[in-house]
């Protein structure tokens, strides 16, 4: 049973639970409950993992791209400015990075479903440089005939040579970051593009009706009015991509934004006008006839697939490359070195630069299902039922009752299903189930 005073995950009562449930939302700790490796131990291992098959049950591949044109003031990712020179030495070293390793029996072996380019910016790479390096995937990584292929992109510098350049050497699903289509929203944030750049960009894209094109917004800016938001819905709606995501503003450490929010220069959303943004969006895009694919994605059409993002949810293995990717292979979890220099030198001494290790414990599958679970909305209790797990029905129920009573679940046996509410706070679901999963195992640390 578990030794955790549960009715501190319960909900606030009484005042609609999408802007109240709880007083702050917790973040999604993808490692949670690792154990570190010693840094003495790290090639050993490393070299293990690359020495054995690769798993059969479905991988994935990331690319990162650490460039960006500018550091807009949200954003968490930014590391370094974009140059061409910096950029095409990047590219030479991310094409030995995937040449080096890919006779490796952990690369050979078992198929890769999705590859993510993601960053920073990968559209700020040149045509030439992205033909070249998406070459080099597709001749050395094992991709399944009809693997995902992403790239992550901005308006601003990703022109039509690019776009084709892309398109040609396999890309098949393109996410365009926009957050808003307000210009002076836009603007203060760093986004370079005007609305009306935004939405031709956008138009031109899908009219090619060559990828599966997927828009970010981002609902919580500074200055982004509930009206400003409804007009973004709207517009999306309209240019009528592939997918949408809808996510909720993250102030986070350190960033331009949270540093003038700390400084008292700017307020943040509360919380309350956060849920009613998101609900609102849930309802549009619910009401156009939008498939909710994951808390904070929706489909339109059926080439959307979100291989990459759902998968990562469940805890199937990455193969990472580029300054600052991170991957997981079996239970062992690793970062490629974040820092450009160290990353380059080390390519160009012949060696993957690792800037950690860790393991999971027993409880990690268990983890992994109740966030896959909680991420598509939906989670049968049976599916945590496994032989170290101690009666799931009295560890969960309690819970899930007041939760079901405060209007963030529907229970139905042992299915649990999410409402718009529970969406909006389901990482405080997921980290609440974690730490009750936490105080079931005394080996809970055990690797
Ligand atoms: C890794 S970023 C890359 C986006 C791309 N470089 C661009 O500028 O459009 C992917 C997405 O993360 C989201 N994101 C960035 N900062 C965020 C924050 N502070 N809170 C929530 N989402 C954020 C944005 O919607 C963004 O499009
Ligand atoms: S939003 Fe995109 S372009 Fe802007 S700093 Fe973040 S990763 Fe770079």
Same mark, same amino acid.
């Given at each position: 049973?578990?030794?955790?005073?549960?009715?501190?995950?319960?909900?606030?009562?009484?005042?609609?639970?999408?802007?109240?449930?709880?007083?702050?939302?917790?973040?999604?700790?993808?490692?949670?409950?690792?154990?570190?490796?010693?840094?003495?131990?790290?090639?050993?291992?490393?070299?293990?993992?690359?020495?054995?098959?690769?798993?059969?049950?479905?991988?994935?591949?990331?690319?990162?791209? !650490?460039?960006?044109?500018?550091?807009?003031?949200?954003?968490?990712?930014?590391?370094?400015?974009?140059?061409?020179?910096?950029?095409?030495?990047?590219?030479?070293?991310?094409?030995?990075?995937?040449?080096?390793?890919?006779?490796?029996?952990?690369?050979?072996?078992?198929?890769?479903?999705? %590859?993510?380019?993601?960053?920073?910016?990968?559209?700020?790479?040149?045509?030439?440089?992205?033909?070249?390096?998406?070459?080099? %995937?597709?001749?050395?990584?094992?991709?399944?005939?009809?693997?995902?292929?992403?790239?992550?992109?901005?308006?601003?510098?990703?022109?039509?040579?690019?776009?084709?350049?892309?398109?040609?050497?396999?890309?098949?699903?393109?996410?365009?970051?926009?957050?808003?289509?307000?210009?002076?929203?836009?603007?203060?944030?760093?986004?370079?593009?005007?609305?009306?750049?935004?939405?031709?960009?956008?138009?031109?894209?899908?009219?090619?009706?060559?990828?599966?094109?997927?828009?970010?917004?981002?609902?919580?800016?500074?200055?982004?009015?509930?009206?400003?938001?409804?007009?973004?819905?709207?517009?999306?709606?309209?240019?009528?991509?592939?997918?949408?995501?809808?996510?909720?503003?993250?102030?986070? !450490?350190?960033?331009?934004?949270?540093?003038?929010?700390?400084?008292?220069?700017?307020?943040?959303?509360?919380?309350?006008?956060?849920?009613?943004?998101?609900?609102?969006?849930?309802?549009f895009f619910a009401k156009a006839g939008w498939r909710q694919i994951s808390n904070s994605h929706w489909a339109r059409t059926p080439r959307e697939r979100n291989i990459y993002n759902l998968c990562i949810k469940q805890g199937v293995d990455c193969l990472a490359y580029g300054s600052g990717a991170g991957g997981t292979i079996g239970?062992?979890?690793?970062?490629?070195?974040?820092?450009?220099?160290?990353?380059?030198?080390?390519?160009?001494?012949?060696?993957?630069?690792?800037?950690?290790?860790?393991?999971?414990?027993?409880?990690?599958? %268990?983890?992994?299902? %109740?966030?896959?679970?909680?991420?598509?909305?939906?989670?049968?209790?049976?599916?945590?039922?496994?032989?170290?797990?101690?009666?799931?029905?009295?560890?969960?129920t309690p819970l899930l009752n007041q939760w079901q009573r405060t209007g963030l679940v529907t229970l139905d046996g042992n299915l649990v299903q999410l409402t718009i509410a529970g969406r909006f706070w389901y990482s405080n679901l997921i980290a609440a189930f974690n730490d009750i999963l936490a105080g079931t195992l005394p080996n809970?640390?055990?690797?």
């Amino acid at each position: 049973m578990s030794a955790v005073d549960i009715s501190r995950f319960f909900a606030n009562d009484g005042r609609g639970a999408i802007g109240n449930a709880f007083a702050s939302r917790r973040a999604v700790m993808p490692w949670r409950g690792r154990q570190p490796v010693a840094n003495g131990d790290i090639d050993t291992i490393w070299r293990h993992l690359m020495s054995r098959q690769g798993s059969s049950q479905g991988r994935l591949a990331y690319i990162h791209v !650490p460039f960006c044109a500018n550091h807009c003031l949200f954003c968490g990712f930014y590391r370094n400015a974009y140059t061409a020179p910096g950029a095409t030495a990047y590219a030479d070293r991310l094409i030995a990075e995937i040449e080096r390793e890919a006779t490796e029996p952990g690369v050979r072996h078992g198929a890769i479903n999705a %590859v993510y380019l993601g960053g920073g910016t990968p559209s700020a790479l040149s045509a030439r440089d992205l033909t070249r390096l998406l070459d080099t %995937v597709r001749q050395h990584l094992p991709l399944a005939p009809d693997c995902e292929i992403t790239l992550e992109g901005r308006i601003v510098h990703f022109d039509d040579d690019k776009i084709d350049a892309c398109i040609s050497a396999g890309v098949n699903r393109i996410s365009v970051g926009v957050q808003t289509f307000d210009t002076m929203v836009r603007r203060r944030q760093g986004r370079r593009a005007s609305k009306e750049e935004a939405i031709r960009f956008l138009t031109g894209l899908r009219d090619r009706n060559r990828v599966a094109l997927v828009v970010d917004l981002l609902y919580g800016l500074p200055g982004q009015t509930p009206e400003i938001w409804r007009e973004d819905l709207r517009i999306a709606a309209d240019i009528a991509p592939d997918g949408v995501d809808l996510y909720g503003l993250n102030l986070i !450490p350190g960033t331009p934004l949270q540093r003038a929010v700390a400084a008292g220069k700017l307020h943040p959303t509360p919380l309350q006008d956060l849920g009613a943004m998101y609900e609102a969006g849930a309802l549009f895009f619910a009401k156009a006839g939008w498939r909710q694919i994951s808390n904070s994605h929706w489909a339109r059409t059926p080439r959307e697939r979100n291989i990459y993002n759902l998968c990562i949810k469940q805890g199937v293995d990455c193969l990472a490359y580029g300054s600052g990717a991170g991957g997981t292979i079996g239970r062992y979890g690793y970062s490629v070195a974040g820092d450009l220099q160290r990353y380059n030198a080390a390519i160009a001494a012949g060696y993957k630069p690792l800037d950690g290790m860790n393991v999971s414990d027993d409880l990690d599958p %268990v983890r992994h299902r %109740v966030a896959a679970g909680f991420e598509v909305g939906r989670l049968d209790l049976a599916d945590l039922a496994l032989p170290h797990i101690p009666d799931v029905d009295a560890l969960f129920t309690p819970l899930l009752n007041q939760w079901q009573r405060t209007g963030l679940v529907t229970l139905d046996g042992n299915l649990v299903q999410l409402t718009i509410a529970g969406r909006f706070w389901y990482s405080n679901l997921i980290a609440a189930f974690n730490d009750i999963l936490a105080g079931t195992l005394p080996n809970a640390k055990s690797v």
